[in-house]
C-alpha cells in the first residue's frame, strides 16, 4: 500500500512538474532578411571567401536575433538561403557547404565545433542560439560524400542538400531538413531519396520544419500536420510573389487556416526578385506581416501564439455548394488565363447578387454585395478544374473573385495590385473534390484582412464585416495531391506554355 501510494505521488508530482514547464504562449519572431549577395562566378572560390559573404549575413542575423530575445522570443525563423545568398551552379556552391551531422548525434557546436570537421556556420548558430537562449531556425548547405556503391550517387561523388538547421536555446542541433520538392533553378543540390518528416519537441509545442516550394506537395507537408500532429510549422522561403494568388503572404496565411496550424514564414527581401512576404500566422487569423517592395531594408515580426492552438472544426468543403442550384448563364461565360491555367469566368455586372460558375467537377457558387458598382472597374467569378503543368505538375480546383487589371474582360487573372472597390459582404463556397483548400483574401496594396472573415464547417468563406481596404481577390484554392502527376519538374508543356504565353510572368518561387 505504502509503495502503490508513493507511486501516486511520484506520478502526480511528475505531472505538476511537466504542466509547470510547458508554456501555453510563446513569442515567435520572423526575419525578412535583405540578403547580400556574392559576386557572381561559375568558378568556385576558396572557403575563405565564401566563408567571408556568409558572415557578412550572420552579422545582420545576428543583429536580429539578439532584438528577438531582448524582446522575449522564443524562436526565430530566418529565410531560404539567407545566409549565402542564390544563383549558383553545383560547382560553385561546394565552398560554402558543411557536412551537417544527425542530430541524433548531440552536439553542441558552440561547446565543441570540431567534432564534425571545419563547421564554421554552424559554429556561430550555434552560439548565437546559446548566448541569446533562443531557438534558432536557419537555413544552409549540406554536403553528404556517397561511392560507387550507392547506384544513385552523383558523378561527382558527393550529395548537395538545401538545408534547415534548428538549435535549440542551449546551442545544441536538434533538426535537419533536406529540402524534398527544389525548384527548378535549383540544379545545385539534390532531393532526398525518401521525402524527410522532421520534427521536434519543446516547452512550446511540437514543431515540423520545410522548405518554399514544399508548400505546394503532400510530402512532407500534409504528413506533418495530418499524421505527425505538428503544432507549429517553420518555414524558411525565398519565395518570389506572383498574383493573383500565390503572392506570399496570402497563400502562407491561408495554409495556416487550412490545415489549423501556427505557421512562422521567414522570406528573404529582395524586391527585384519580387521577393517580399513574411509573417506569423495562427490558424484563425494572421498576427503579424509585412510586404514592402518600397525600400531594400529587411524587417523583425513578432507576436505571441498558442502553443496549441485550439481545435477548429473539420471543414466539409462540398457541403455547403453541393446544395446550391447552378442557375444556367448561356453564352455569358468567358475564358481567362491565370499563371498558364484557363479559368472559366463570370463578370459579375451587378452591385450584388448570387453567381455561379463551372468547370468539369467543380461548381464555384458566390453571394456578394459592393459597397458601389464602379465603372472603371471590372470584377469576375472564376473556376479552375485542371492540372498545372508550368514549374512543377499538381493538380488545383480553385473558386476565386477577382478584380480584372482593366475594364476589358481579357485581362480577367492578370496581376493586379490595386484596387477601389469594398465589398459590403462575400460568401464563396465549391464543390471540391478535396478536403485540402486554402481560403485567400488580398486587400488593395497586397494587404491581408485578419479578423474580417471565416471558414464555417459547411465550406464557405464568408466575411463578417464589410472589407476594411479594397479587394483584389477573394479565393478557395484546392489541392487534389492524388491527381498529380510524377515528379514535379519542368515538362514539355512547360516550354510550350512559355513560349505561347510570353506576357505570363512563370511563378519563380522556390
Known amino acids: 500500500m505504502i509503495m502503490s ?10 505531472f505538476c512538474v511537466s504542466r509547470a514547464s510547458s508554456l501555453d504562449t ?67 556552391i561546394y565552398p560554402y557547404l558543411e557536412d551537417i551531422p544527425d542530430p541524433q548525434v548531440n552536439w553542441i557546436p558552440c561547446n565543441n565545433p570540431d567534432r564534425f570537421g571545419h563547421t564554421p556556420v554552424q559554429q556561430r548558430l550555434s552560439c548565437l542560439a546559446k548566448d541569446n537562449s533562443i531557438y534558432i531556425v536557419a537555413n544552409i548547405g549540406d554536403k553528404k560524400s556517397c561511392n560507387a556503391s550507392d547506384p544513385q550517387c552523383p558523378p561527382d561523388g558527393r550529395y548537395q542538400y538545401n538545408t534547415d538547421v534548428v538549435f535549440d536555446s542551449k546551442g545544441k542541433l536538434v533538426a535537419r531538413y533536406h529540402k524534398q520538392n527544389l525548384f527548378l533553378n535549383e540544379d545545385q543540390f539534390n532531393a532526398p531519396k525518401e521525402p524527410e518528416v522532421v520534427t521536434f ?50 497563400f502562407h496565411s491561408a495554409w495556416a487556416m487550412g490545415m ?28 503579424a506581416f509585412h510586404y514592402d517592395m518600397k525600400t ?10 498558442d502553443s496549441h492552438p485550439h481545435p477548429t472544426p473539420v471543414v466539409n468543403w462540398t457541403s455547403y455548394a453541393s446544395g446550391v442550384e447552378a442557375h444556367s448563364v448561356g453564352n455569358q461565360e468567358f475564358t481567362g488565363i491565370i499563371f498558364f491555367d484557363e479559368f472559366t469566368f463570370l463578370e459579375l455586372k451587378e452591385i450584388g447578387g448570387n453567381y455561379t460558375v463551372c468547370q468539369r467537377d467543380l461548381c464555384c457558387h458566390l453571394s456578394y454585395k459592393m459597397s458601389e458598382k464602379r ?27 477577382l478584380k480584372c487589371k482593366t475594364t476589358d474582360l481579357h485581362t480577367c487573372g492578370d496581376s493586379v495590385e490595386t484596387a477601389s472597390t469594398r465589398f459590403e459582404m462575400f460568401s464563396l463556397s465549391g464543390t471540391f473534390g478535396t478536403q485540402y483548400v486554402f481560403p485567400e483574401v488580398l486587400l488593395s496594396e497586397i494587404q491581408l484582412a485578419p479578423g474580417e472573415f471565416q471558414v464555417s464547417s459547411d465550406g464557405r468563406l464568408f466575411s463578417l464585416k464589410p472589407t476594411s481596404g479594397p479587394v483584389l481577390t477573394v479565393t478557395l484554392f484546392g489541392r487534389l495531391y492524388e491527381k498529380d502527376s510524377a515528379p514535379n519538374t519542368l515538362s514539355d508543356l512547360t516550354t510550350q506554355a512559355l513560349r505561347l504565353n510570353p506576357k505570363t510572368d512563370a511563378w519563380k518561387s522556390k
Not at 511540437?206 to 518555414?235: E, M, N, Q, Y
Not at 531594400?296 to 501564439?305: C, I, N, P, S
Not at 465603372?375 to 473558386?399: K, M, N, P, R, W
Request: hydrophobic content about 45%; glycine content about 6%; overall charge negative.
Open 375 to 401: 465603372s472603371d472597374e471590372v470584377y469576375a467569378l472564376g473556376a479552375f478544374d485542371g492540372l498545372h503543368t508550368v514549374e512543377g505538375s499538381y493538380y488545383l480546383q480553385i473558386c476565386t473573385l
Open 260 to 287: 489549423r496550424v501556427n505557421f512562422l514564414a521567414s522570406n528573404l527581401h529582395y524586391p527585384l526578385k519580387k521577393m517580399t512576404g513574411s509573417g506569423i500566422y495562427a490558424p484563425d487569423s494572421p498576427r
Open 5 to 14: 501510494q508513493l507511486l501516486n505521488y511520484v506520478a502526480v508530482l511528475f
Open 201 to 250: 519537441n519543446t516547452t512550446f509545442g511540437k514543431f515540423g520544419i520545410f522548405t518554399c516550394f514544399d508548400i505546394l506537395f503532400h510530402d512532407p507537408a500534409v504528413t506533418l500536420v495530418r499524421d505527425s500532429h505538428v503544432d507549429t510549422i517553420l518555414f524558411p522561403t525565398a519565395w518570389m510573389n506572383v498574383l493573383p494568388h500565390l503572392s506570399a503572404i496570402e
Open 296 to 305: 531594400e531594408e529587411g524587417k523583425l515580426l513578432l507576436a505571441q501564439l
Open 26 to 92: 510563446f513569442i515567435a519572431a520572423v526575419y525578412e532578411h535583405a540578403v547580400i549577395l556574392p559576386n557572381a562566378t561559375l568558378v568556385p572560390v576558396s572557403p575563405e571567401e565564401a566563408l567571408a559573404v556568409m558572415n557578412r549575413n550572420l552579422d545582420l542575423l545576428e543583429g536580429a536575433v539578439t532584438s528577438a530575445s531582448k524582446q522575449g522570443a522564443h524562436i526565430i525563423v530566418t529565410p531560404e538561403d539567407g545566409i549565402y545568398g542564390f544563383n549558383f551552379t553545383r560547382e560553385s
